[in-house]
């Protein structure tokens, strides 16, 4: 359980100090993402988004047990 837990610790880590790097990719304003802004109203949905981020996570877990 601890090795998970600083497993989990270094990888937010690295993810935030990669985060001005991600942002340039484009994620987050991909087709497929549902947008809808009103006055004084946004809400945004980032589906196409997670559906990648979901297959590039289920990869790389595939790859690591094997």
């Known amino acids: 359980m601890q090795r998970l837990l ?3 610790g270094i990888v937010l880590v690295v993810l ?3 985060w001005p790097l991600l942002t ?3 994620l987050g304003r991909l087709p497929g993402d549902i947008m809808v802004e009103r006055e004084g109203f946004r809400f945004y949905f980032p589906l196409m988004t997670s ?3 979901s297959l590039v996570l289920t990869l790389l877990f595939w790859l690591f047990r094997k």
Request: charged share 10%; proline share 0%.
């Open 24 to 26: 340039r990719l484009g």
């Open 16 to 18: 935030g100090l990669l």
């Open 6 to 8: 600083i497993t989990i």
């Open 51 to 53: 559906i990648i981020v």
